[in-house]
Structure formats: structure tokens, C-alpha cells
């Protein structure tokens, strides 16, 4: 997948030095026009389609009523950096408040980035705004956690698959509208005849579906998903998930599949991330991560997935990690994970370790030859440690 | 792991995989539109209306609220007694065709008399025309004071509330300056220069001093309202801010500015009466619901009809609006269908 195509030899690294990523192509617009004709190229599959290149977003700590101070920053997301390419499906896992919800915002352009780039398509959507910027949200949109709030109570559901086709007239004329939304819901699942209800007449797992079906109307190109299916009950989970994987294929979709559950993430992911505080510790195929992990977070992370096997269970190492996760507000020095690692050395407080692929592995066919933030990385099989 | 159906659902939608290519669907309309089983039975009486009326013109939340209230009671009696009000307050002579003026001293605090079913107040002057003509004044500074301050309040609150900001912290602290003014000593200050005996002033002094309440409870509700996740949806989709404010946060956000706007209706009314027994709202010969209150409250004891026939119009117009607000708070909530 990911080419590592030049590692970074800077005197000083940075913090968001990331030799991993490929090399973005950006297309030079100068008119508003020229822009949004770019958003239409096609990209081949297995192609970058979306680049992010070291992404930050702080959020401002301020003090006082009337004249407002800044005496400090959340730094939600430090420095992230990755490609997702055509077709396929990135998970990007992590546990609460380490920055993955605030990525989807970033990439669908709801929160403004304090520095960093997202490339669509070899534009930096951070910077678009206006027409251009409304031809992006047609290509990119984004399928809520929770699907209580994200349906508006008061619409419709005819109104709310339908509301993209009002924003976006160019889409479907308005005589073929109702159609288009009784379409979706049959791709997703529903009745066709549930176009007048409200939300509220509905099941979770259906109010799921009729947020999927508003992202599908756009015929978008890139899904995020924000935790799609944490607020649903197991056995719904596997439906809804099972729908998109069936909806990625009919639609040639590329997911950004963000969850805290690692067997869903493994079960729809290509490739996977995993953050931790605002960064990204490890990512790579999902059989490099789940099978090799060489980041200790990884391995405590998977050491903590439950195996329904009690003998295997006995058997297998429980990475437990110590105290708590540092404050985004004041992250640590060097790794970010130094506080609550066994391996930890003075290495660690003072060097910030790139994503990259580890010196060791390097060159070598081993699957642990993927990009991983640690000094020590090294494999530790925790899956089946017995 | 084979994708099941999920309870209630026909099997026929989730059935409709293989198709190809992007959404161009339309050659699969006609077998999904016909044969479509009815919606399920778990959900009552409200899934077989919808699943009856579907397939047919496509349906909003206003249009459900209007069928609602058609069909509402409580909305069709405060209706009426409303109407009823409105011509009154326009065209008083149609039931009362006396002069509220023509006052006989001799009668004082009488009875009920034939002709004057409602007795004499202390004045003299037959208590039912004087109720019937002073519905006009009562109304109007009630309807006129509320819709002035519910739309600037509203408007000021939503859009303080959804951009927030430095506009926001000056209206807000303008509010609190507001709040600061007490209604009877500012309405006798601000009033007592005023020369006109009209209901302008009054009105104009309520909107002054009653929107700060509007814009606050707007302000929170628009606030609460756009961190909903179906408005970053919105927001995703590339909506504009009028089409989020307009079809996403105002419909969340109205129903408290409906309750407290129906009910600070009575309290303009109520206030009206203050301000004219303090003798800086309407004066004699004037005629209002107020007026007459704060007249007769003198002699309740010797003449309580004087008091109770104007003090009960007012009460039976105050609860009007209030269940007017309420049924058309509920009909816009969809989940109290």
C-alpha cells in the first residue's frame, strides 16, 4: 500500500515529521472555475485520493469574561499525517478524546485547521472556500455516531435524504427528487414507503441506515465515518456494517472508518491507525497491525480485545497500562505514550519518534516492516501469545 | 456474516443488492413502488397513516402540523374564542350597540338590569358594552405587544445565539442593562412624557422592556439547538446559514419562545391595566379591560360584578393564546404524534 518514498533526514525532526506518506501531486488553480472543474478528475483505484499531511488543530484555552486571554491550547490532533486511498477502507482507532472525531471535522472541513493540509484530489481543501468548497462537500461526506441526534426530529425523512438534492440542485432535478430518496432508501435497506415519517418512528439501526442513505445522495466519493456503529446494539452493528461494506463496493466508496471497536475496525478495514493523544502511533495493513503490532500501544490496545476462546484466554499476556491518559492540553515531551510505557527510556522524554518504518525492519519482507512512532519497536504477538 | 434484515423490515428492500453502477436506478422505481407490504405493525396507528398516505404528495412538518391542529380541539376552541376576540376588537357595535361612554350616575354599582345584562360599574356606564368595547385596546396591546416582542426577541436571540461573537456578548449585556429597568418605574418615566392616548406608546414601551426576556430564552435554545449533530450534518452537506437557521435551528428552537410568549401575553395585558391605573397607559375616556379592572377594584365588595366581568374577559382571552401556544407547540414536535 503506502510507499515509503523518501525518509526524512532533517538535523532537527520535527514533530510531525512523517517520512511515510507519498508524495502529494497539487494541481495549480488559479479561478474559483478551474478549481471545481479539478474536483471532478477521477482517481484509479488505489490511488491517494485524500492526502493529509501533518494536520493540527488546537483548541484554544482562554481565560476571562470581557477581554479573553489564550493561556494555553487543547492540541487535539498534532500532527497527523496520511493517505487514503481510492476504494479502499482506513480505520483509524484510538481510545476517547485522543482526536479522532476532530479529524472527521477537520477533513469535512467543520472545523477550521490550525495548520496542516488536506489534499482532495491534489487540492488543499483547508483553503477552498465558496463554490469550490461546495463541490468538495459533494464528494466528501460523513455518517454520524449517533443516530438520535444526527436526524433532525422536525423533518421527514423524505425531507432529510432529500435535503442534499435542495442544497446541491445541480444533483437531481426537482421533479426527480422523491424518487431519487425512495432509491435510497432501497439501497440502504428501508422500505420506500417510510419517505414521510419522522425519526423518531424509527429504530436506531434504521436511523443509522437513513444517515448512510443522506451521505450516499450526493454520490460522494469518500465516506467519513465517525464511529457509525458505537451507539447500536451488537447485532445491529453487523448489519449496518455489513451495508456499508455492500455500499463501498456498488459505489466505489473509500471509507475513513473512525471506531474504538477493534474487531469492527479489522472486519472493514484495509489498513489501519492508531492514535494516541493526537497522533497517529502506528498504521499500516490491518494484518500488520493486528498480527505484528510493534507500537507498545498497539499491543496493550489488542492485549485488551476479548477473545472468545477461554482457553486461548488464559493463556495470552494482558498488557495493563498504568494511569491515565496525559492532558491534550499538556502532552508530554518526546512520546507522547513515554508516561504509561514499560519500555520508556530518557530516549523517549527527549526525541519525538517519527511514524516510520522501523530501522530493523527495514527493507526486510517481515509484516512488521510498516510505519510505527516508537524507538523501540519491536513485534510482540499478543493475539495469540498463549 | 450474511446481511439480515433487521425486525420489521421487508425483506424485498434489503433483497436489492446486485445492482451496479452509481444511482442510476430509475428502472428499479416501478417494482419498489409497487407491491410494497404496509409499513410494520409495531409501530401503531401512526405508521399505518403515514404508510397510507405515502406514495401520494410529499409531506414537511408544517403541512403535518396544520393536519394536526385541524383535528386538535384545544387549537379549534382558542381558535374560535380568538376569532371571536379579533371581531369584537374591530367591530364592537355588532354585539354591543350601546356607547360606552353614555354613563347615568343614578345607576351606580346597579345590578343587572334587562338591557344591561351585565350590571352598572361605578361610574354608571353599563358594564357589558364597556367589556365589549374594551377588548380592542386589551387585544391589541396583548397581540401587538408579544408579536413585537417574540419576532425582535426571537430574531435578536437566534442570530446572537447561532453566530455568537462580539455581537453576541454587546446584545447580551445590553439584555442585562434591560433587566435592570423596573417596568412600573420605567413605564412611568418613559410614559408620563408621552402625550398620546393611544395604544402606541404602551406597546411600544412593552416590545422596549419585554424583548430581553424573548432574546434570552431564543439565545439558549438556538445555542443547544446548533450543536446538534443534524446541524454539522447540514453543515457537511454545504448548507447555507439561512437554510440552517431557517430549516434546522428556528423549528428546534421555537417551542420555548411559544410557551413564554403565550404567556407573557396575559402579563401584557395585565401590565397594560397597571399602567393606566397609574395613569400613564390609556386614560379615560379611553375605554380597556384595564381601565375598568383598576376602576372597579375600589367597590369589589359592594359591586364585584363591575371587577369580575372585564378581570374574566381577560382571563378567558390570556387563556386562549396560552392554549393556542401550547397546541401549536405540540403540533410541531412530531414525537407527540
Not at chain 2, 447540514?234 to 428546534?252: C, F, K, M, T, V
Request: include cysteine.
Amino acid at each position: 500500500m503506502a510507499e515509503p518514498s523518501k525518509l526524512a533526514k532533517d538535523d532537527e525532526p520535527k514533530d510531525d515529521a512523517t517520512p511515510n506518506v507519498s508524495e502529494v501531486e497539487t494541481v495549480d488553480v488559479t479561478t474559483e472555475e478551474e478549481a471545481v472543474a479539478a474536483l471532478d478528475a477521477t482517481v484509479e483505484r488505489g490511488e491517494p485520493i485524500l492526502q493529509v499531511r501533518n494536520l493540527v488543530k488546537h483548541f484554544p484555552l482562554t481565560q476571562g469574561i470581557l477581554f479573553k486571554k489564550q493561556i494555553g491550547a487543547v492540541k487535539a490532533v498534532d500532527g497527523v499525517s496520511f493517505d487514503l486511498y481510492q476504494g479502499e477502507t482506513l480505520g483509524i482507532v484510538g481510545e476517547s478524546g485522543c482526536g479522532k472525531s476532530t479529524v472527521a471535522k477537520l477533513l469535512m472541513n467543520l472545523e477550521q485547521a490550525t495548520a496542516g493540509e488536506i489534499f482532495y484530489k491534489g487540492q488543499d481543501i483547508t483553503r477552498l472556500s465558496g463554490r469550490a468548497l461546495k463541490a468538495v462537500r459533494r464528494n466528501i461526506q460523513m455518517v454520524f455516531q449517533d443516530p438520535y441526534t444526527s436526524l433532525n426530529p422536525r423533518m421527514t425523512v423524505g425531507d432529510i435524504i432529500g435535503e442534499p438534492f435542495d442544497i446541491h440542485p445541480e444533483v437531481a432535478p426537482k421533479g426527480d427528487r422523491r424518487r431519487k430518496v425512495q432509491e435510497l432508501l432501497d439501497v440502504v435497506g428501508l422500505n420506500p414507503e417510510y419517505i414521510n415519517r419522522y425519526p423518531h418512528q424509527f429504530s436506531g439501526g434504521q436511523r443509522q441506515r437513513i444517515g448512510i442513505a443522506r451521505g450516499l445522495a450526493l454520490n460522494p466519493e469518500i465516506i467519513i465515518c465517525d464511529e457509525p456503529v458505537s451507539a447500536l446494539d451488537v447485532s445491529v452493528q453487523a448489519q449496518v456494517i455489513n451495508l456499508m461494506e455492500r455500499l463501498q463496493d456498488e459505489f466505489n466508496l473509500s471509507y475513513l472508518f473512525i471506531a474504538h471497536d477493534l474487531s469492527i475496525v479489522r472486519h472493514i478495514s484495509d489498513r489501519v491507525g492508531v492514535m494516541y493523544l493526537g497522533k497517529i502511533a502506528e498504521i499500516g495493513t490491518d494484518e500488520q497491525i493486528y498480527e505484528h503490532p510493534t507500537h507498545p500501544y498497539t499491543q496493550a490496545l489488542l492485549s485488551a480485545v476479548p477473545v472468545p476462546d477461554p482457553d486461548a484466554r488464559e493463556g495470552r499476556e494482558r498488557i495493563i497500562l498504568t494511569g491515565d491518559v496525559p492532558s491534550p492540553a499538556n502532552p508530554p515531551s518526546g512520546c507522547r505514550f513515554r508516561t504509561r510505557c514499560w519500555k520508556a527510556q530518557d530516549k523517549c522524554a527527549e526525541e519525538v519518534p517519527l511514524l516510520a518504518i522501523p530501522e530493523r525492519f527495514k527493507g526486510t519482507d517481515s509484516p512488521a516492516a510498516h510505519e510505527s512512532a516508537c524507538h523501540f519497536a519491536e513485534e510482540k504477538d499478543v493475539v495469540h501469545a498463549a | 456474516m450474511p446481511e439480515q434484515p433487521p425486525p420489521h423490515e421487508p425483506e424485498r428492500a434489503v433483497a436489492g443488492t446486485g445492482m451496479g453502477g452509481a444511482m442510476d436506478l430509475g428502472a428499479r422505481e416501478a417494482s419498489t413502488l409497487e407491491g410494497a407490504p404496509g409499513g410494520p405493525e409495531s409501530t401503531g396507528p401512526v405508521a399505518l397513516r403515514s404508510s397510507a398516505a405515502s406514495g401520494g404528495r410529499a409531506r414537511s412538518l408544517w403541512s403535518d402540523a396544520w393536519r394536526d391542529l385541524r383535528r386538535n380541539p384545544v387549537f379549534l376552541v382558542s381558535a374560535l374564542v380568538i376569532c371571536f376576540l379579533v371581531v369584537i376588537a374591530i367591530r364592537p357595535s355588532l354585539i354591543a350597540p350601546g356607547n360606552p361612554l353614555t354613563c347615568d350616575l343614578a345607576r351606580a354599582q346597579d345590578g343587572p338590569a334587562p338591557g344591561h345584562p351585565f350590571g352598572f360599574d361605578g361610574q354608571g356606564c353599563d358594564v357589558y358594552t364597556r367589556t365589549v368595547h374594551g377588548a380592542r385596546a386589551s387585544v391589541t396591546v396583548g397581540v401587538c405587544a408579544t408579536l413585537g416582542v417574540a419576532l425582535l426577541g426571537s430574531v435578536l436571540g437566534g442570530l446572537a445565539g447561532y453566530f455568537g461573537g462580539a455581537s453576541d456578548a454587546l446584545l447580551s449585556r445590553a439584555t442585562d442593562i434591560f433587566f435592570a429597568i423596573p417596568v412600573v418605574l420605567g413605564g412611568l418615566v418613559l410614559l408620563s412624557v408621552v402625550t398620546s392616548n393611544t395604544v402606541w406608546p404602551v406597546v411600544g414601551f412593552i416590545v422596549l422592556l419585554g424583548w430581553p426576556q424573548i432574546f434570552r430564552i431564543a439565545r439558549g435554545s438556538v445555542i443547544a439547538a446548533k450543536q446538534q449533530d443534524y446541524v454539522q450534518a447540514a453543515r457537511a452537506l454545504g448548507a447555507s446559514h439561512s437554510r440552517i437557521l431557517l430549516r434546522h435551528i428556528a423549528p428546534n428552537a421555537v417551542a420555548p419562545v411559544i410557551v413564554v410568549a403565550t404567556i407573557a401575553l396575559g402579563t401584557y395585558i395585565a401590565l397594560e391595566a397597571t399602567l393606566s391605573y397609574l395613569g400613564v397607559g390609556l386614560k379615560p375616556p379611553s375605554v380597556s379591560w384595564g381601565i375598568d379592572i383598576s376602576a372597579a377594584s375600589p367597590y369589589v365588595r359592594n359591586a364585584p360584578h363591575a371587577l369580575l366581568w372585564p378581570a374574566g374577559a381577560l382571563a378567558i382571552t390570556v387563556l386562549a393564546f396560552i392554549m393556542l401556544g401550547d397546541a401549536v407547540r405540540d403540533a410541531l414536535d412530531p414525537r407527540l404524534r
